[in-house]
């Protein structure tokens, strides 16, 4: 059974950094491609950013791009999401998510397993 646990959320002040991780449970991890979402009140869950298998190839969504990092750990079985220059509108509870077959996709219905979900909230 795979679980994914998040942690690292927060409240900042815009223009804040946040390091959000994620640890995952199961070996078999490893070969997953993993990815974060997030839900502001109000809204659809959204994807944020991906990271395949080994780490090789990544995707983001374009308000993103440049200011968060996706990266991966498979000795440790974590996921991370560096944020950096953060934004009011980067408030939302953010989930990390993992696929078993689908590779780096951003729609969330690929994604097999997902964690609690952690806050981060952006103040002006």
């Known amino acids: 059974q795979v679980q994914l646990e998040e942690s690292g959320g927060g409240s900042v002040q815009v223009g804040g950094s946040l390091r959000l991780s994620c640890a995952a449970s199961?070996?078999?991890?490893?070969?997953?491609?993993l990815g974060w979402f997030r839900q502001a009140p109000g809204k659809e869950r959204e994807f944020v950013a991906a990271?395949?298998?080994?780490?090789?190839?990544?995707a983001y969504t374009d308000s993103v791009k440049g200011r968060f990092t996706i990266s991966r750990d498979n000795a440790k079985i974590t996921v991370a999401l560096q944020m950096v220059n953060l934004k009011p509108e980067d408030t939302a509870v953010y989930y990390c998510?993992?696929?078993?077959?689908?590779?780096?996709?951003?729609?969330?219905?690929?994604?097999?397993?997902w964690g609690a979900g952690t806050q981060v909230s952006v103040s002006s």
């Open positions: 990271i395949n298998w080994d780490g090789t190839r990544t």
């Open positions: 998510a993992a696929n078993a077959y689908s590779g780096i996709t951003r729609l969330p219905s690929t994604y097999e397993y």
């Open positions: 199961g070996s078999t991890m490893k070969t997953y491609s």
